[in-house]
């Protein structure tokens, strides 16, 4: 299933994905009686799986006539408002890290994004020179967990995850290395976080770590890669966190990027208002975003 929250008429709702539409999922609960249906995509996720199980049945008993076509919907971030920061990954590429000069670490590296980072497809990266004169690209794949926990082992790792998107991990790198490596400020800038197109579901993705990723900067090709380069697996990366904090359904964790990033370019090359970015991986989607003055 490919799960998408959108906009339509001033009304924000969501649904799935189909070939001929989106099928508005509250709607069609309401239309067929169905009470209790999750308001929100974060709430289905977090309600669990004897929910999610009734989606294929929902779809079937709506039918075509119910889909909306897609072209008459905004798309919004899969989970507009996060339950909490998105957790993220730094030098998870081998390839990444040896660019930064960095050796490859020996354990997972993290900082998050601030919820208010989030924005969805099409939506602006607000280039501001008053906050960053550097803002850079990362694309990324994103992990959002359905079943929380403690000290999940690898194994039963990939049990936890509900599914995944798209996340380009914008980097503001004059804030980011700026402040004695804290790189909160960096990655938390309004806008840095786009999301989307949509949450695939685990099922249909199988395995995370077989993955072809890519940017591209006004149609130029600047990252290209695959998951199964990353240092960190998915199943490491919940198991590593989860030994040390208790993890939640609707949690969002953004994988890292592969290299190609343009702060390691010579000379460095930094996103402009004008540009246009596409964050791609396979299976998943493209995540469009152009680059914006800030409003007066």
Known sequence: MRYATFERDGRVSWGVVQAGGVLDLPAAAAATGLAGWPETLLA???????????????????????????????????????????????LNYAEHAAEGGHDAPDAPIYFTKATTAVI????????????????????ELGVILGAGGRRISEADALDHVFGYTVIHDVSARD????????????????????????????????????????????????????????????????????????????????????????????PPEFLQPGDVTEAEVAGIGLLRNPVLSPSP
């Open 44 to 90: 289905f996720i977090q309600a669990g799986p004897a929910w999610w199980e009734r989606t294929g049945q929902l779809a079937a008993a709506a039918g075509s006539a119910s889909l909306l076509p897609l072209s008459g919907l905004r798309l919004l971030a899969p989970v507009p408002q996060p339950l909490r920061n998105v957790f993220a990954l730094g």
């Open 120 to 139: 969805g497809p099409d939506e602006p990266i607000i280039a501001d020179p008053s906050v960053s004169q550097q803002l850079d690209w990362e694309v």
């Open 175 to 266: 804030l980011q290395f700026a402040r004695s490596g804290q790189w909160f400020l960096g990655k938390s800038f309004d806008t840095g976080c786009p999301m989307g197109p949509w949450i695939v579901s685990a099922d249909e993705i199988g395995d995370p770590q077989n993955l072809d990723l890519c940017l591209r900067v006004n149609g130029v090709e600047k990252q290209s890669s695959n998951t199964r380069y990353m240092i960190f697996p998915v199943a490491k990366i919940v198991e590593d966190l989860s030994s040390v904090l208790t993890l939640q359904a609707g949690d969002i964790i953004s994988t890292g990027t592969p290299s190609g990033i343009g702060g390691s370019r010579e």
